[in-house]
């Protein structure tokens, strides 16, 4: 049994030692900060030149930190913040505010150039960050590249090429104690193998994570809440001749969630009474296909992707009904989408970018619940689309004002099926759905080293469908059987600044954006949630960032953050919304008004050891934020994250603390549980590189 103690005088007595044998000698720092080249914008571009609120973090740099997932990487986004999340299988997260409890998601997610999207689900993918080229974070809309449900932002994982000339073997494992709970683990590992020189290679990779119980449940002995985790990705790189790339990549992940995210109570943490024990388990099988044709002047990319989406869940549920209520789900979904563009190469002061994509998907969707109001039904929503979007750019003033104008037609032909299990009555209805989505950019360089830029840009998401017997519980309220889309404008100034010979570097962006006929849910007869286009919102905010390499050698500093308000402000039929968290003038759900993190990095050589010592910590103040269903409130969290040790050329060896001031309050509370952050671990991890 590892103690936590013992671990926690480790790592503190890991940061001492190496403070005190490596010293903090105050000399002139010689390195800059290291420039990272991204494809936020379909071409590779140098972060620091992307005229959009842009966070890219390398693998290397998250492996280095201790970043596993998004959960992890969002407390150093500004503006970004985990949604609901009922199950480590099904997370959400919401940037700048745009947030929503049903519906599809308002974030896009992109594993390379595929898109993760499931029609009429909040959800992200589970995608580990182990092994990756480096994670993309797009804060605002970005409907015009990346299309329906990029309406906060978009996140890209952008994994790890194979080499095609060099084997290649790396990975890790730790081993840690959760506070008040059981033990966990990590094994990951990863794999190039060159087939054919310069020609043919493939790359394999691997990680399980194994989260320990801490809740306690009344029926069933232990600590029964626990999580296990299961990623494995393939992919193969072919290069036939110079001017053409053919990609392939397989990834499944698997998530054992035990009981899920929403607790009864906090402090102690229990779970409701249940007459079996829970159980989540989702499955994502992910298959994407990629070529490029180098033309010189014109590079054609095309794009398939195909999911798998297999979700099972089973559990108590908290309603204002007397007895044990049980709630079983499922869900299984297969989309498939194919993606074709043209992305100019000249060297002239003209860029463009022209593209069509169709996709066709369907979720399938159960639910049956018991102890309470009767309900045993299945759900299929359908949807085939398309879209052609476009960008053209011109350089002026030698390339230092360029404005951008890009635009996005957007058809969703969607048909929804309900079928009753008990007495096999069915309803069936279908609707089309359009938008146009316009982008105007113009940034201005007035020197090398500083940008400032002004982005307009409008998001979209696509409508959805209330069966007949949720139209039947809202009465004698207003509800239709289809639900409009929602969209939004919003309009962002930011600046980026290089000072002091590039060792410090400042971003920061204000915006401001109105969200029209907002998707939301009240609760009717019987509780039967039913969705409305709601009203307006609107939402102003301040983004910022810095990161300074200090004159002290090795020592680096960042901080970054965001203030947020986002409000109801135009309320349709506000009766629908009584005893709710929908109030007009309210910061609207899964939003905190205000987000902020520091760190600090000190990597040294031991001179005489052949090793380098590496400390790194950081610390997270995240505001209180809201539910739609629920008029109370969750807390303010303090989050504070600390790795230490010392590494050789082939490996490394550190001592971590997460939530390591175990920070234990309410992320969110709902009519349906309440969510934490999982408590405080400690623990030490070995990692390798052949």
Same mark, same amino acid.
């Given at each position: 049994?590892?103690?936590?103690?013992?671990?926690?005088?480790?790592?503190?007595?890991?940061?001492?030692?190496?403070?005190?044998?490596?010293?903090?000698?105050?000399?002139?720092?010689?390195?800059?900060?290291?420039?990272?080249?991204?494809?936020?914008?379909?071409?590779?571009?140098?972060?620091?030149?992307?005229?959009?609120?842009?966070?890219?973090?390398?693998?290397?740099?998250?492996?280095?930190?201790?970043?596993?997932?998004?959960?992890?990487?969002?407390?150093?986004?500004?503006?970004?913040?985990?949604?609901?999340?009922?199950?480590?299988?099904?997370?959400?997260?919401?940037?700048?505010?745009?947030?929503?409890?049903?519906?599809?998601?308002?974030?896009?997610?992109?594993?390379?150039?595929?898109?993760?999207?499931?029609?009429?689900?909040?959800?992200?993918?589970?995608?580990?960050?182990?092994?990756?080229?480096?994670?993309?974070?797009?804060?605002?809309?970005?409907?015009?590249?990346?299309?329906?449900?990029?309406?906060?932002?978009?996140?890209?994982?952008?994994?790890?090429?194979?080499?095609?000339?060099?084997?290649?073997?790396?990975?890790?494992?730790?081993?840690?104690?959760?506070?008040?709970?059981?033990?966990?683990?990590?094994?990951?590992?990863?794999?190039?193998?060159?087939?054919?020189?310069?020609?043919?290679?493939?790359?394999?990779?691997?990680?399980?994570? +194994?989260?320990?119980?801490?809740?306690?449940?009344?029926?069933?002995?232990?600590?029964?809440?626990?999580?296990?985790?299961?990623?494995?990705?393939?992919?193969?790189?072919?290069?036939?001749?110079?001017?053409?790339?053919?990609?392939?990549?397989?990834?499944?992940?698997?998530?054992?969630?035990?009981?899920?995210?929403?607790?009864?109570?906090?402090?102690?943490?229990?779970?409701?009474?249940?007459?079996?024990?829970?159980?989540?388990?989702?499955?994502?099988?992910?298959?994407?296909?990629?070529?490029?044709?180098?033309?010189?002047?014109?590079?054609?990319?095309?794009?398939?992707?195909?999911?798998?989406?297999?979700?099972?869940?089973?559990?108590?549920?908290?309603?204002?009904?007397?007895?044990?209520?049980?709630?079983?789900?499922?869900?299984?979904?297969?989309?498939?989408?194919?993606?074709?563009?043209?992305?100019?190469?000249?060297?002239?002061?003209?860029?463009?970018?022209?593209?069509?994509?169709?996709?066709?998907?369907?979720?399938?969707?159960?639910?049956?619940?018991?102890?309470?109001?009767?309900?045993?039904?299945?759900?299929?929503?359908?949807?085939?689309?398309?879209?052609?979007?476009?960008?053209?750019?011109?350089?002026?003033?030698?390339?230092?004002?360029?404005?951008?104008?890009?635009?996005?037609?957007?058809?969703?032909?969607?048909?929804?099926?309900?079928?009753?299990?008990?007495?096999?009555?069915?309803?069936?209805?279908?609707?089309?759905?359009?938008?146009?989505?316009?982008?105007?950019?113009?940034?201005?360089?007035?020197?090398?080293?500083?940008?400032?830029?002004?982005?307009?840009?409008?998001?979209?998401?696509?409508? &959805?469908?209330?069966?007949?017997?949720?139209?039947?519980?809202?009465?004698?309220?207003?509800?239709?059987?289809?639900?409009?889309? *929602?969209?939004?404008?919003?309009?962002?100034?930011?600046?980026?600044?290089?000072?002091?010979?590039?060792?410090? +570097?400042?971003?920061?962006?204000?915006?401001?954006?109105?969200?029209?006929?907002?998707?939301?849910?009240?609760?009717?007869?019987?509780?039967?949630?039913?969705?409305?286009?709601?009203?307006?919102?609107?939402?102003?905010?301040?983004?910022?960032?810095?990161?300074?390499?200090?004159?002290?050698?090795?020592?680096?500093?960042?901080?970054?953050?965001?203030?947020?308000? &986002?409000?109801?402000?135009?309320?349709?039929?506000?009766?629908?919304?009584?005893?709710?968290?929908?109030?007009?003038?309210?910061?609207?759900?899964?939003?905190?008004?205000?987000?902020?993190?520091?760190?600090?990095?000190?990597?040294?050589?031991?001179?005489?050891?052949?090793?380098?010592?590496?400390?790194?910590?950081?610390?997270?103040?995240?505001?209180?934020?809201?539910?739609?269903?629920?008029?109370?409130?969750?807390?303010?969290?303090?989050?504070?994250?600390?790795?230490?040790?010392?590494?050789?050329?082939?490996?490394?060896?550190?001592?971590?603390?997460?939530?390591?001031?175990?920070?234990?309050?309410?992320?969110?509370?709902?009519?349906?549980?309440?969510?934490?952050?999982?408590?405080?671990?400690?623990?030490?991890?070995?990692?390798? *590189?052949?």
């Amino acid at each position: 049994m590892i103690r936590s103690n013992e671990l926690r005088l480790a790592l503190l007595a890991t940061c001492a030692a190496g403070l005190a044998f490596g010293g903090l000698p105050a000399r002139a720092q010689t390195s800059e900060l290291p420039e990272i080249v991204v494809t936020a914008q379909k071409r590779s571009e140098v972060l620091f030149d992307v005229p959009l609120a842009i966070v890219a973090v390398t693998g290397a740099e998250l492996e280095k930190t201790g970043v596993r997932d998004l959960t992890d990487l969002f407390r150093s986004v500004p503006g970004a913040s985990q949604g609901r999340s009922t199950t480590g299988g099904n997370p959400s997260f919401q940037i700048r505010g745009v947030s929503s409890y049903f519906g599809e998601s308002t974030v896009g997610y992109y594993l390379d150039d595929a898109a993760f999207s499931i029609p009429n689900r909040n959800i992200a993918p589970v995608a580990r960050t182990f092994d990756v080229e480096r994670v993309e974070v797009l804060r605002g809309p970005q409907g015009t590249l990346y299309g329906v449900g990029s309406m906060g932002g978009t996140v890209r994982f952008i994994t790890a090429d194979p080499d095609l000339n060099n084997y290649r073997v790396r990975g890790g494992f730790g081993v840690s104690n959760t506070e008040g709970g059981e033990n966990n683990h990590t094994v990951d590992l990863a794999a190039s193998i060159p087939l054919i020189k310069d020609k043919l290679a493939v790359r394999l990779t691997g990680s399980h994570e +194994k989260k320990g119980g801490y809740a306690e449940s009344p029926s069933f002995p232990g600590d029964p809440n626990s999580e296990t985790g299961d990623s494995v990705r393939a992919k193969v790189l072919f290069k036939p001749t110079d001017n053409v790339t053919l990609k392939g990549l397989y990834q499944h992940s698997e998530v054992d969630d035990h009981w899920g995210k929403q607790l009864n109570t906090i402090n102690p943490d229990s779970f409701l009474r249940s007459t079996a024990p829970g159980r989540n388990r989702s499955m994502r099988d992910m298959y994407s296909g990629y070529a490029g044709i180098d033309f010189g002047p014109v590079l054609l990319e095309s794009t398939s992707g195909y999911i798998e989406r297999n979700d099972r869940g089973f559990g108590p549920l908290k309603l204002p009904f007397p007895g044990v209520i049980t709630l079983t789900v499922d869900g299984n979904s297969e989309i498939f989408s194919q993606e074709v563009r043209l992305v100019s190469q000249s060297e002239g002061p003209w860029k463009w970018i022209a593209g069509v994509i169709y996709q066709d998907a369907e979720n399938v969707e159960g639910v049956r619940l018991a102890g309470g109001p009767p309900r045993n039904e299945i759900s299929t929503y359908g949807t085939k689309s398309y879209a052609v979007f476009g960008e053209v750019s011109r350089e002026f003033m030698d390339g230092r004002l360029i404005p951008l104008v890009g635009l996005r037609y957007f058809t969703d032909e969607r048909d929804f099926l309900t079928v009753n299990r008990v007495n096999g009555q069915a309803f069936k209805t279908s609707d089309t759905f359009e938008s146009v989505n316009p982008r105007f950019n113009l940034s201005y360089k007035p020197s090398e080293d500083a940008l400032i830029y002004a982005n307009i840009a409008k998001g979209f998401r696509s409508g &959805t469908f209330n069966t007949q017997a949720a139209v039947a519980a809202a009465a004698p309220l207003p509800a239709g059987l289809t639900v409009d889309p *929602d969209s939004l404008w919003s309009y962002e100034v930011g600046t980026k600044l290089s000072l002091l010979d590039n060792r410090l +570097k400042f971003e920061a962006s204000v915006y401001y954006f109105k969200w029209s006929d907002q998707q939301l849910n009240f609760s009717g007869a019987g509780n039967v949630q039913i969705i409305v286009n709601g009203g307006e919102a609107t939402g102003r905010g301040l983004d910022y960032g810095v990161t300074w390499a200090t004159p002290v050698d090795g020592l680096i500093l960042a901080a970054s953050g965001n203030f947020n308000s &986002t409000e109801y402000s135009d309320i349709q039929n506000p009766a629908k919304f009584v005893g709710t968290g929908v109030i007009e003038g309210r910061q609207i759900a899964s939003v905190p008004e205000s987000s902020h993190t520091v760190s600090a990095t000190y990597t040294r050589p031991m001179n005489g050891a052949g090793l380098d010592l590496y400390l790194n910590g950081s610390y997270s103040y995240i505001s209180r934020q809201g539910d739609p269903t629920l008029t109370v409130l969750g807390d303010d969290h303090n989050l504070l994250k600390l790795r230490g040790g010392f590494s050789a050329d082939k490996w490394g060896a550190y001592i971590f603390g997460d939530n390591v001031l175990d920070d234990d309050g309410a992320i969110q509370i709902s009519g349906s549980g309440t969510m934490r952050y999982y408590p405080r671990v400690v623990g030490v991890e070995v990692t390798y *590189d052949f």
